[in-house]
């Protein structure tokens, strides 16, 4: 939502029937879903949709950000595993499944790893911050490559997620990337 004052009892259920409508919509179609359809079937026209959530990637973030925040805490969570590299190889297989929500999804939170001004950049802060030490403990325990960026590693979990959309089983995929991740 834009504004910080609460909405109107019929604005905040045009925003809970736009959130589900997109819901089922991404489901359907993938994040390229027509946003004019989401506002057709939530029964509003497209300016109440640009309203509440002024891009796709606002109405994203919106569908998504309780699970971005999840996925922080998992990570979170994770530390206090004994094997490093397996805390982060289940937290990677957490977020894949997190990625591959919504066909496109993977590819679009992948674009948002470099771009600052991004809504899903800004709201995978938490998740980076908390990926980045995962990657430095199972660094430190000489488990994982000293070399690999934290970044990285979200990138190639987004990579198997956008792979197994297109061709192939993305847990496979994962696989094959953490037996290249391991340190020699």
């Known amino acids: 939502m834009n504004s910080t004052r609460p909405l109107r009892a019929d604005a905040r259920r045009n925003y809970e029937r736009l959130l589900a409508e997109a819901h089922?919509?991404?489901?359907?179609?993938?994040?390229d879903a027509s946003l004019e359809e989401i506002a057709r079937r939530a029964g509003v026209g497209i300016g109440t949709l640009y309203r509440h959530f002024p891009t796709r990637e606002a109405l994203l973030v919106a569908l998504l950000?309780?699970?971005?925040?999840a996925q922080a805490r998992t990570a979170e969570e994770l530390l206090e595993?004994?094997?490093?590299?397996?805390?982060?190889?289940?937290f990677a297989r957490s977020l894949l499944d997190a990625a591959t929500t919504f066909r496109g999804l993977a590819d679009a939170t992948a674009d948002a790893l470099d771009d600052e001004t991004s809504d899903?950049?800004?709201a995978c802060a938490g998740m980076r911050a908390a990926v980045a030490r995962?990657?430095?403990r199972a660094q430190e325990s000489g488990q994982l490559r000293a070399d690999l960026k934290p970044?990285?590693?979200l990138?190639?979990?987004?990579?198997?997620g956008w792979a197994g959309e297109h061709a192939g089983d993305p847990d496979r995929l994962l696989d094959l990337v953490f037996t290249g991740l391991r340190s020699r």
């Open 81 to 90: 595993d004994r094997d490093p590299l397996a805390a982060l190889r289940t």
């Open 65 to 69: 950000g309780e699970r971005f925040d």
């Open 134 to 136: 995962l990657v430095a």
């Open 120 to 122: 899903l950049h800004a």
């Open 151 to 153: 970044d990285e590693v």
């Open 24 to 31: 089922t919509a991404f489901a359907e179609s993938g994040v």
């Open 155 to 160: 990138l190639m979990v987004h990579a198997a």
